[in-house]
C-alpha cells in the first residue's frame, strides 16, 4: 500500500475554513462523506467520535501536522483527508505550536491491520522534513496531490 492508495484525492481541502480542530475535523469528515467513503457510517456520530478521542489525546504530532485516525464500523478502506490551514489550528499538540497540515484517516474496525499499515505509511512520509514544508506549502488541492503520489 502506497500513501496515494488511500488518500481521497477529491476530499483534499487547500485551505481549510475551520479556525479550530473541531471545525477542522468537521470539515474533512464532511469531505469524505461528500465524496461517498465513508461507507454506512453517519459523518455526525463519526465525527463526534473524533472530537471525543481528541479530548482524551491529542494526535497534534508537533511540527505543525495533526493526524486524527479512528476505526469505524461501515467503511470498506482505509481512507484519508487532508486538509491545510495557513493560519494554524490550536490541536494541543505534543510541541504546542499550531498545526498547518490535518490528515484524517478513518479506517474499517475489523481490520486493524489495514488501519496500522496506513498510519505507518503515513508516519514514514512525515518524518521528512521536506514532505512536511511542502504539504504546508501547497496552495491548491492539485499541489497537494501531486506531494502525495510523489510521496509514493
Not at 63 to 72: D, E, N, R, T, W
Not at 80 to 85: D, L, T, Y
Not at 108 to 123: G, R, S, T, V, Y
Request: aromatic share 4%; net charge negative.
Amino acid at each position: 500500500m502506497k500513501l496515494c492508495d488511500f488518500v481521497c484525492f477529491s476530499a483534499i481541502v487547500p485551505e481549510l475554513t475551520a479556525s479550530d480542530r473541531n471545525g477542522a475535523i468537521r470539515e474533512l469528515v464532511q469531505a469524505l462523506h461528500k465524496e461517498g467513503r465513508l461507507g454506512s457510517c453517519d459523518p455526525e456520530k463519526l465525527t463526534k467520535t473524533i472530537i471525543q478521542r481528541e479530548n482524551e489525546a491529542s494526535t497534534g504530532i508537533g511540527k505543525g501536522v495533526a493526524l486524527p485516525h479512528i476505526k469505524a464500523d461501515g467503511v470498506e478502506e482505509p481512507v484519508a483527508a487532508i486538509g491545510r490551514s495557513s493560519q494554524g489550528l490550536d490541536f494541543r499538540s505534543l510541541d504546542k505550536q499550531p498545526v498547518y497540515s490535518v490528515i484524517l484517516l478513518v479506517s474499517p474496525k475489523e481490520n486493524p491491520d489495514k488501519h496500522l499499515q496506513a498510519m505507518e505509511i503515513l508516519f514514514r512520509n512525515l518524518n521528512h522534513d521536506d514532505f512536511r514544508r511542502f504539504l504546508r506549502q501547497a496552495q491548491t488541492a492539485e499541489e497537494i496531490e501531486d506531494i502525495i503520489r510523489d510521496a509514493g
